[in-house]
């Protein structure tokens, strides 16, 4: 290949839009500041790419190249959100072997980055004499989880959802039963126990992991591989969008009434790009606003019987009737109507958090979500729904202090009490005002972090160094 090209670096990740987004960033970066070349591969999960999607493409900067990859095979509607996506990724590794050799031609090929699922692309790199890198776009904590789990795995009797004592990684907060991933929870002879055990094999396969997240967050970013895992890992975060993606929709209105707010008073809500609540708890939720008498952003999905994922892989049909908020209690837009602004399905979410007039995030703990949070230094309240949102609502609350979590009732249900005292808590009170003040530290160290000398910097650009003199050594 041309010697004089600069290198590329091909990138792949998952149909979920917590992928997607801090792999532009970690793509954007490469480009920017690492002066390489970047192609970043997403493989969709339908045919229809969704209006989420089509937007990060409209703005993925100049110098990355996005390619959507063809869909697979269709899988029944029942499948589940980790079946589709290791499906996907799975099915995509032929496109990825096409796109890599084509790429070849053109430019020395530096390395390939893939996610948590799409492992399975790693033999591209091989045939093609190139390390394979993983990003990790959840926390050390899950990553430190993945690691240990083959042998926590052989080691447990019986099933976790009955374990009575918490599993202790090095360095990261207890983890109770409760808390695991739903994964784990179904039962060890299940197929997604199999599929979760065999991702968590899947991340130590790689040459090195890249991890989203940074130092003053997680301090035990890599402790505890000794005789778990032999490869590097560098935290590299907090790698968050910061450019608006706007949906099919123009949001210039909720920045104009953010911006005739009160400073620290509004209450934003988003359960990221898939997170669904029952009519009733919607309901709930509704009508706790009104009992806080705050102002508010709430970006509202339609609500899901079945699944706290209802709407993972974007709009879905009927989203966008006229009638698309019917199921909010009679008179609640009227009764909040200058008080609150409802947003159907989705927001410009880093654009709001980072408005001085949002006082607190009620969120689902996703981990871009999280993230940015921490670099607006807008406290939280946690209310984890799916995958390891568990896990890092504890770490928010208990190591990092910048949290309050929501507790449910016996059967699951967040009262509307519960919900406004929670929210009240942070808006109001001391509790929340100390709390405001450890998000703004963790915040500068963030920042810190990610400047030219900061150890996030700092490990990212060691590793396109590696890569890049691997590939001149060629
Ligand atoms: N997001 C957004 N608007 C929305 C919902 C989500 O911009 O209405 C973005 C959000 O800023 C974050 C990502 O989508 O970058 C969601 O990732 P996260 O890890 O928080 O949750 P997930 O959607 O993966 O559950």
Redesign the pocket.
Known sequence: SPASARPHVLLLCSP???HL?PFAELARRLVADHGLGATLLFAAATDTPSEQYASVAASVPDGVKLVALPAPPTLPSTAAVRERTVHAAVSSVRHVREIAQSLTSAAPLAALVVDMVSVPARDVASELGVPCYMFF?SPWMLLSLFLHLPEIDAGLVGEYRDATEPIWLPGCVPIHAHELPGSLLVGRSSDSHAGFLSVAKDTSRVDGILVNTFGALEPAVGDGMDGVAELPVHAVGPL??TRP?SVNRDHSHVIRWLDQQPSGSVVYL?F????TLTLRQTTELALALEMTHRRFVW?VKRPDEDTASGAFFGTRRGEDDDDELGFLPRGFLQRTSGVGLV?P??????AILAHASVGCFV??C?????L?SILNGVPMVAWPLY?EQKMNATMLEVQAGVAVRIHADADGFFSMEEIAGVIRRLMDEEEGAGMRKRICELRDKAKQALTKHGSSALGLAHIANTWTASCSEK
């Open positions: 979920c839009m917590g987004i776009t968050v969008w993606v988003s990221g790009s898939g997170g970006v947003l399905s989705w927001a410009p979410q880093t969120t689902h996703g981990w871009n979500s999280s940015e995958a």
